[in-house]
């Protein structure tokens, strides 16, 4: 740069600079905001000023217990205030927040607490079981914080540790908080949920973690004080970032233990809920009420699902529900979605079905997002903006994680060339918007040709009688591969056969993309809802061999 | 940091950090939204697909004309096309917009070309005459590039240089435009439009302009795609950023030579206007509308306006014309508006002027403000939050500006302490929200007691017949100072004499805060259209004087 004159004597400094933090916006809502609920659970209501209030106590404590900056705080704990307060009271004390997956075995929360060196474990009782026989098996055991949910029954014996509320209420309501030093320092620890292997530690920032809020926000059209239905569980990208989105629009979080359609409806009609996320799953589960669950409803109801590419049908389906959907797309490493489709005006005049294969496509970038290329990863060249040739979906910019926590190959491999590699594969259709084709590995190749298990399961999903849908691919002698579905039927629908269901592919498929098997039954899952496609492969697998073993 | 296994191996790099910028936002509107209306221009209307492209153009035009990084680019002109275009391309250039107010005289702007070093200059051709004027008497000239406005007569004669369209078409549609290496770089340069003395030239950088830029999406509840009418010049603290926000947004422009009712009206009618900016000179221009200029609308129409404080007879007038007003405040050294009157639900059922009164008031911090404080400037202690006491105001936080270029004693004193001190005097009511009292050498002190002329202001504000009013202190031999009154009348108003408005004041203020003296006609304005309360000064002063000595 050639003249420094805009850069001489005008210097960073405590006027001009603050980092970026996303517990900022408590502090400004709970200013602004003071006597506007914060958090509804149950018959418990809280304002902003009053969780702030708890916050600070909550940063007191940890000080009061030997928790220092840059110490990892765990939590365990379903979609209850505490969770929603440790997402401002950890980062407040320059500590670190690691959320743990409920639904984790003892084995896998023992590696996690060992590995992110936990100083500190919040329990919700319901878990106390698991936790402590994951506790049983370390050396450095940290202090242990029971959560008694209150207005859920206590299920399992109850974990030693002093008691949530006895935590707080030792601690001083304005203890001093601080800003972090740097954006850059973690504020929170997302294992992921790897199918294989150890998972790993995913680490945010303070600056990722309040632009990908304030990009909730733009993105969602959210106005000021939505009343937030949480249907997503906390722990799972630290809520997609939505704590501190609520923070920032002076939001209500209505909590929820168990993501059940009555409880979804009932929030609906008596807290005027007006926003919820969740996985396609959450979908399913409204899809799914019974008529006594079901409640009317007048008011915009908005949901925001991720995780996994919805079947364009089930779109159709809630809309006609009266739910309007934005489908969001991302990963662990990037703050949860980082992707949308962004809806244009000018679909709403297309039928149900090409209204929802447009929905169905995962998008364009988020605005904390600066680049979203489909590359091909061998010359990392983007692939043409044709809707067909295929290449791997990668992610540039602040709203990609720091990287994985004491694995820097693993973060170098990740990172490498300067994008993030999701292992994801897509197309790019011409009007630049991103369609998911498969994870790399889920891609089946029958006869040389790729077959993507997505289009397949899309197919399946318009299926009246199917509920979930899985395709993987089988070993095949002649093929090297064929798909192999696996489904789930709807509760009380009429039992179409595999004949059917094949019959019903041919028709809307080429022939070499119809699935040869047809398997019934429930699908195993991970822990944060993903369909575990690896234990499909094992059994279409098993099934080959079965009855190679059976015919020879 | 006692532990730093958050830190380790994970450096920031190209994956996971990017500079904030604005000009990302253009980007990614010409990718997401490429057949969305950007500008309207009377008969012109660009997409943004056109506006990124003409960027473009710009970049490598300004290129070709030898503007290099950290060049300092001028412009001179309405709300036009090119201010917009500038906002973007001079930026993704790696240079620094410097915007200049259009009613400044030949001598400032030739001081403001002169300390900026400018490289080039836009000028739009109704500002011809006044340009030429400025550059005869600089020794190093810029190059000059004039816009012919095309939807409007030409007046003047033509300046010399390269056409804007011609400058445009020779550079390249698809030239290579930058990010900023820092986003600390500076992205633009405003000078004040101070009353005494040069002009102080106000630095922002990119980080900031970035970051209000979503802060006004934030506070002002912006929607996607909303239609702005441009009644704010863009050339005023970059258009308080709002090109940056609509781009954000993809929201359109309609651009706007003169602010006037008629063409407001036409707008908020023929292209659906939803939001407009300005300092209360244009909400007193639609209310001054004839018959004939005012439209039936029965679309929401927001206005967003700061600058000065807004009476609060006059916020209760345009709500009742079916406005919908958010009051704003900031400084042209805190990117314009920083403070806003966050509107509560509860107060929608007081009374008319108890609502107005309630949004007269400044109110609470934008989200990119991270610090606002009424402070003793000696002891830089907080007031008590109790309505009554006085205090300096100041600001912390990233839009905050970089400080004066080459005037590093201007910038220590502004910024000293860590806080930004606006010389405005407020009070902090006991809910949070600050309320001016003045600027601190616009107080009144009478007997020895401080009185605000706004308080005076708003009690006259009330009055059927007065359209403006100011108030100032007049020598007083027996008190110091006295009020004096100066007062432009409605047009076609029944006309009120001095003594009318003395009762009128003594009805509603303590004794020692009314008028002495009320002086009708019109009133002194800066180029930014704030009340030249200095001149009244000198002008009250004189009548004393005059008095004395005609009696002597």
């Not at 506007?36 to 149950?42: A, E, M, Q, R």
């Not at 389906?317 to 489709?341: N, W």
């Not at 903006?385 to 004491?406: H, P, Q, S």
Request: with cysteine; proline share 6%.
């Amino acid at each position: 740069m050639k003249e420094n004159r805009f850069e001489q004597d005008l210097d960073r400094n405590a006027a001009n600079f603050v980092p970026l933090t996303p517990v900022s916006f408590i502090d400004r809502a709970a200013q602004v905001y003071p006597d506007y609920p914060s958090i509804i659970d149950g018959a418990r209501r809280f304002t902003w000023g009053e969780t702030f209030e708890r916050c600070r106590r909550f940063v007191s404590a940890l000080k009061m217990h030997g928790v220092e900056k840059g110490d990892c705080v765990s939590i365990i704990a379903p979609n209850i205030p505490a969770i929603y307060e440790a997402s401002f009271a950890v980062p407040m004390h320059g500590a670190v927040l690691n959320t743990i997956n409920t639904r984790l075995d003892a084995a896998t929360i023992a590696f996690i607490l060992d590995h992110a060196q936990t100083r500190l474990l919040l329990v919700d009782r319901e878990y106390s079981q698991v936790v402590m026989h994951a506790l049983e098996s370390m050396q450095e055991k940290p202090i242990v914080v029971s959560i008694d949910g209150g207005v859920e029954p206590k299920e399992g014996e109850g974990i030693e540790g002093i008691e949530y509320e006895d935590f707080l209420a030792a601690g001083d309501p304005e203890a001093a908080w601080c800003y972090p030093d740097d954006e850059w320092r973690a504020i929170s620890l997302n294992y992921t949920s790897g199918t294989t292997g150890n998972p790993k530690g995913v680490v945010y920032h303070h600056r990722g973690a309040y632009l990908n809020a304030l990009s909730n926000v733009v993105v969602w059209n959210l106005n000021n004080h939505p009343v937030y239905l949480w249907t997503l569980p906390m722990f799972h990208c630290n809520g997609w970032c939505f704590p501190w989105t609520l923070a920032a629009v002076g939001g209500t979080s209505v909590c929820l233990r168990k993501v059940q359609a009555g409880a979804i409806y009932r929030a609906i009609d008596e807290e005027r809920v007006t926003h919820l996320c969740g996985a396609p799953i959450v979908i399913g589960t409204i899809l799914d009420a019974t008529e006594e669950e079901r409640r009317d409803f007048s008011h915009p109801v908005r949901i925001m699902t991720a995780a996994a590419p919805p079947p364009a049908a089930v779109l159709a389906r809630i809309e006609s529900e009266g739910f309007e959907v934005t489908h969001a797309y991302g990963l662990t490493e990037t703050y949860g979605p980082a992707v949308f489709c962004a809806w244009k005006d000018e679909w709403n005049d297309l039928p149900a079905d090409e209204r929802a294969q447009r929905k169905s496509r995962q998008g364009v970038r988020y605005h904390a997002l600066d680049g979203l290329q489909i590359m091909n990863p061998d010359t990392m060249q983007p692939v043409p903006a044709d809707g067909k040739t295929l290449g791997e979906v990668m992610f540039r910019g602040n709203i990609v994680m720091k990287g994985y926590l004491k694995n820097p190959a693993a973060t170098r491999e990740a990172l490498a060339g300067g994008w993030f590699h999701s292992g994801d594969l897509g197309v790019v259709d011409p009007d630049g918007y991103i369609r998911l084709k498969d994870r790399s590995k889920d891609i089946i190749i029958s006869g040389g040709e790729n077959i993507s298990s997505i289009e397949i399961e899309d197919v399946l999903y318009r299926h009246p009688a199917i509920s979930e849908a899985a395709v993987v691919a089988c070993p095949d002698e002649k093929w090297g591969e064929t798909p192999c579905a696996f489904i789930t039927l709807r509760p009380n629908a009429q039992s179409p056969d595999a004949k059917e269901i094949i019959d019903f592919c041919r028709e809307r498929l080429a022939h070499y993309k119809v699935p040869r098997r047809v398997v019934f039954g429930p699908l195993p899952k991970t822990s944060t809802g993903k369909i575990r496609k690896f234990n499909l492969r094992e059994r279409a697998a098993a099934l080959v061999s079965d009855r190679r073993a059976s015919s020879s």
